[in-house]
């Protein structure tokens, strides 16, 4: 699985979401799987079911609630926790990939070529 950055050199991925597509932030300070706002949850169809949890961002405090989603992730459907939070503005992106989708893969970062790749070690042909 390859990545791109944008334009201000953050590793960003495609994912599908719920059957949609959308652009997501990699973020090691994030132990989640995956995190959004309430607009992009409402467009990808995850509804919140927990009660809210307050947190500190690197934005300021906010709160989050639990949705879950089905995420095609190497090529197979994962059913997932979803932090949607509650006003949190996190840019051009429609969400963020924490470290807990990533545990068990093989992250390399490639500052000189700006390519960024998550390698499933189970897999040869990825």
């Known amino acids: 699985m390859r990545f791109l950055y944008d334009s201000r050199n953050r590793p960003l ?17 994030f ?23 307050p947190a500190e961002t690197a934005g300021g ?8 989603a089905n995420l095609l992730w190497f090529g197979a459907s994962r059913y997932i926790g979803v932090h949607v939070w509650e006003t949190v503005s996190i840019g051009p992106v429609d969400g963020i990939v924490g470290v807990n989708l990533l545990v068990g893969y093989i992250p390399n970062v490639d500052f000189n070529e700006g390519l960024v790749s998550i390698t499933d070690p189970a897999r040869e042909d990825v």
């Open 31 to 53: 132990t989640g799987n995956l995190a959004v706002g309430e607009k992009i949850a409402s467009e990808l169809d995850i509804h919140p079911k927990s009660r809210r949890y």
């Open 13 to 29: 991925v495609e994912l599908n979401v719920n059957g949609q597509v959308k652009k997501f932030l990699i973020d090691t300070g």
């Open 61 to 68: 405090s906010a709160g989050f609630r639990i949705g879950y």
